[in-house]
């Protein structure tokens, strides 16, 4: 942990007192408690003794939690509401705070209690329950007594509290929302578990909240509205609507086995689901902590100086088979392996300290999710989620042989001109969607139509198989260029369409009167500029192949490819204005073309490409935050913004665009949510399933990845870019089952907790894994040298990286500040002599059409001995066995 995260910790912990607003019974106006406590402000509403106000100081209208007009109504959560699944020996019954929101019986306050209260349930309930609102040990607390008032046992089967942050972006402007709202991303690791609370702008402080003792995270389970199950009954649902401006709240369960017998059933939750009984008189006491953390940087500073065990993956919780990691644990006492669940699925030995840290070897020996649970000295019980996938090459091949196998599509008798194609695919029915209400899925455009074709491609620019490369060929010439694609390199939002004239031609079970069933003169339009940047990437592939490979692209040649990549590029702002005025998902690739442009001295196409650029790039800079798209708010064009803001030297804006993906970008011990870019509505638009739900590894993971790499690459100090970065890129890979489908996202809620059945816009997360992957070789400050995506070892007064990634094109050496990229060749090893900074670079053999390696380089280090340079590229001849060369400081 960094020196000045520990300080900024320090400074803000003692900044301000907390001021504690309350009410008692037959108070309407809130009471104020001031202390030197806290830094944070709470303020209850009188009438039900809810939160409907907690603000750290100094943010002026933003608050974590919903301000609330008092008395909040029933059936709005707020802060301080509980629910509870019980039975007596019949069925389960509810209770919720959030529907008894009659005036709580108020308890004389014990010493540094803010507010005490009995809480109103009906008289039926075998239960007594009192709330607790205090300040205790610097922190700011709330607590809940469930006693068994009844004369029989009562098990307890559910039991959450609500944490209800103000994530509603309903009402509010692009700018609100980044000032004002925020996002809660939970760990949920049983008794070492938290949930972080961070604003969408990325700014400090972070909140956190804790576990006291007997309060385990063991689920996070959202609280349902009349629109979305997520697995609750009617009682347990909240008043404000989900939809695309409001994901929805949550609440941290405690005990969840209630749910997970009858509404979760069938579902593999993150824990293993446990319930309790309370005998005749017995009472048990939960409660959580809120902490304040200086910065989204310094949480897990914050949560060892609370206390609380610490755990940090290397690289992270995706393991492939070939790459193991290690995993560091700082905690109070000692710590000793629980379980691994599935048993097996994970081998894991205890390497010792490092640093000051238990460190454990982690090797991924299953396929697919595992949890690993470690004991505390304290009794505690600690789960680390890991998802272990097949090599990533390997998993990149399986990819492309499910892509153009079992999803590529040929009916000449298709009369949309889909065919030869790479189409939308359904696992469930394990069959090519060409039918959909939504029509894009099935029509080779939008996200959800074209992710299919494009993660076909994507997966050529660095694992090129010769067939596959030929069979895209056949569909770029047969379908995007003779229909997708018009004259003047505008690009349709479908190729399937719904035609009321011929409605013989469509499957009578889906109701082809919804929206989504365009028409063909809608399915026609090339006014959505989000359908460029696929096209115009998949050029771009095809571009590199003919250039820096031999006989794969034989269709056209790399001038006809870069140019029709360029073309592309140029047309979107003049057809597709509306949108254009976005960060498009992908968006580097328009920055890799104009580069390419520069390179092959194509100034005719690269100055109007570079123009059109910066007239988007002038609105970007003028606005406070730039990152709007078609929805409310979105993570998906901070992506393009930075790096168009990088190019044209607007560091600030870059700088902003960086630290707001952090701001819903989180770093969690759990291989679902590192790293996974915040989105909750795409199922709607491209998944089987569709609803409202936080997504895991939906395609804004790998995107968002690109920038916080390029950010690490120019500050290899902040090594919490690094960790988030390559979370979103590993994520990436779990999508891709044991087959090779590609799935579209993880439906996170309970009540599924699988990746959905349709591949939908899976292509768009390739495109960011094949673009960004690489491997990292990092001098830790307390672990000292580590590999990101590749196998670390040293001896002999030198460093070696061997990498695993899927690509094995680029390496980043952090102590050397130096960026290696093989345009073509693939890289074995690489030693690195820390004391002179030489470095010697092993490449695989030669290979059919890879005669010769071309090596970019990056940083302060010069190329030994004599090679040839084209295109700014060193070109190395390679043969049969490897090749050694060597790098020396410049």
Excluded at 268 to 296: H, K, M
Excluded at 812 to 829: P, T
Aim: glycine share 10%; aromatic share 10%.
């Amino acid at each position: 942990m960094s020196d000045f995260s520990r300080r900024e910790m320090v400074a803000l912990s003692a900044a301000l007192p907390l001021v504690a607003q309350s009410g008692t019974a037959g108070a309407t106006q809130p009471k104020t408690h001031p202390s030197s406590a806290s830094a944070l402000s709470l303020t209850l509403c009188p009438q039900t003794g809810v939160a409907i106000g907690l603000t750290p100081p100094d943010a002026g209208p933003f608050s974590f939690v919903p301000k609330r007009k008092a008395p909040v109504a029933s059936g709005l959560y707020a802060l301080g509401d509980i629910d509870i699944r019980y039975r007596t020996g019949g069925d389960w019954q509810d209770l919720s705070s959030a529907f008894h929101r009659a005036q709580p019986r108020a308890l004389a306050p014990a010493s540094g209690e803010i507010a005490a209260a009995e809480l109103p349930l009906p008289p039926s309930s075998p239960l007594t329950v009192t709330r607790h609102w205090l300040h205790e040990g610097g922190d700011l607390v709330l607590r809940f007594t469930l006693r068994n008032r009844s004369a029989a046992p009562v098990e307890i089967g559910g039991l959450g509290l609500a944490m209800p942050f103000d994530n509603i972006l309903t009402g509010r402007t692009l700018e609100q929302a980044h000032e004002q709202a925020c996002f809660a991303d939970p760990y949920v690791g049983l008794d070492a578990g938290y949930l972080q609370v961070t604003r969408l702008n990325g700014k400090g402080p972070a909140l956190l909240v804790l576990p006291e003792a007997g309060t385990p995270f063991e689920a996070y389970m959202p609280i349902a509205d009349g629109t979305g199950d997520g697995g609750a009954p009617a009682l347990l649902k909240d008043s404000t609507k989900r939809e695309l401006t409001f994901e929805g709240f949550y609440r941290w369960m405690i005990a969840s086995k209630g749910f997970a017998d009858r509404e979760w059933r069938g579902a593999d939750q993150w824990n293993t689901p446990t319930a309790f009984t309370l005998q005749p008189g017995e009472a048990r006491t939960v409660g959580v902590r809120f902490v304040l953390a200086p910065s989204i940087r310094g949480i897990e500073t914050r949560l060892e100086a609370a206390g609380r065990p610490v755990a940090i993956g290397i690289p992270g919780y995706v393991l492939p088979a070939d790459l193991p990691g290690d995993l560091f644990v700082r905690a109070a006492g000692a710590i000793t392996i629980a379980e691994v669940s599935p048993a097996g699925a994970l081998a894991v030995s205890d390497a010792g300290m490092a640093g000051g840290w238990r460190r454990f070897r982690i090797e991924g020996k299953g396929w697919g999710r595992a949890r690993l649970t470690l004991h505390h000295a304290d009794g505690g019980r600690q789960a680390i989620h890991y998802f272990v996938t097949k090599p990533a090459e390997t998993a990149s091949a399986d990819l492309g042989r499910f892509l153009f196998t079992r999803q590529w599509y040929e009916d000449e008798a298709d009369r949309f001109g889909r065919s030869p194609s790479i189409m939308s695919y359904d696992r469930e029915r394990d069959a090519i969607v060409t039918q959909e209400k939504r029509v894009w899925i099935a029509g080779l455009s939008d996200e959800g139509g074209a992710g299919s074709w494009l993660a076909a491609i994507m997966k050529q620019l660095d694992n090129p198989v010769a067939e596959e490369v030929a069979k895209f060929e056949r569909f770029h010439v047969g379908v995007i260029e003779r229909h997708l694609q018009t004259p003047d390199y505008g690009v349709r939002k479908s190729l399937f369409h719904y035609d009321p004239t011929r409605p013989q031609d469509y499957d009578p079970a889906i109701d082809w009167t919804t929206w989504a069933a365009w028409k063909p003169d809608q399915a026609n339009s090339i006014v959505r500029s989000f359908n460029y940047v696929h096209v115009a990437a998949a050029q771009w592939v095809l571009y590199r192949l003919a250039r820096n490979r031999t006989g794969l692209v034989t269709a056209h040649d790399w001038r006809w490819y870069l140019e029709r990549a360029a073309n592309t590029a140029i047309a979107m702002p003049k057809l597709a204005p509306d949108y254009v005025k976005f960060g498009q998902m992908e968006g580097d690739v328009f920055v890799a073309i104009l580069a390419d442009l520069r390179r092959e001295g194509m100034a005719t196409l690269a100055d109007p490409l570079e123009a059109a650029m910066r007239e988007r790039a002038k609105t970007w800079s003028s606005e406070a935050y730039p990152f709007g798209s078609e929805m409310p708010w979105d993570s998906t064009g901070q992506e393009e913004v930075y790096v168009w803001m990088r190019h044209f030297g607007d560091e600030a804006k870059a700088a902003l665009a960086r630290e707001v993906i952090l701001g819903y970008d989180p770093l969690i011990p759990h291989w679902g949510y590192n790293g996974s870019a915040r989105r909750y509505w795409d199922f709607l638009f491209a998944g089987k399933t569709a609803r409202i739900e936080r997504q895991l590894h939906h395609y804004g993971s790998s995107l968002n990845a690109i920038p916080l790499f390029d950010s690490f690459r120019r500050d290899p100090a902040d090594i919490h870019l690094l960790r988030v970065a390559y979370g979103g890129l590993m994520g990436s890979l779990t999508n891709i089952d044991r087959d090779g489908f590609g799935a579209c996202a993880f439906h996170s809620y309970p009540d599924m907790m699988r990746f959905d059945a349709y591949s939908g816009d899976y292509g768009m997360s390739y495109f960011g894994h094949a673009f960004a992957t690489a491997s990292y070789l990092v001098r830790h400050p307390d672990f000292g040298w580590v590999g990101f995506g590749g196998v670390v070892s040293e001896g002999a007064g030198r460093v070696s990286i061997a990498p695993k990634d899927s690509a094995r094109s680029r390496l980043f050496l952090a102590s050397e500040k130096l960026w290696l990229v093989l345009e073509a060749g693939r890289i074995a090893e690489a030693h690195l002599d820390p004391a002179t900074g030489e470095i010697e670079l092993v490449l695989d053999a030669a290979d059919a059409h890879t005669p010769a390696a071309r090596l970019v380089i990056e940083g302060g280090h010069r190329l030994s001995g004599s090679y040839g340079i084209e295109r700014g590229a060193h070109v190395v001849p390679l043969g049969t066995g490897q090749t050694r060369i060597r790098l020396a400081r410049a």
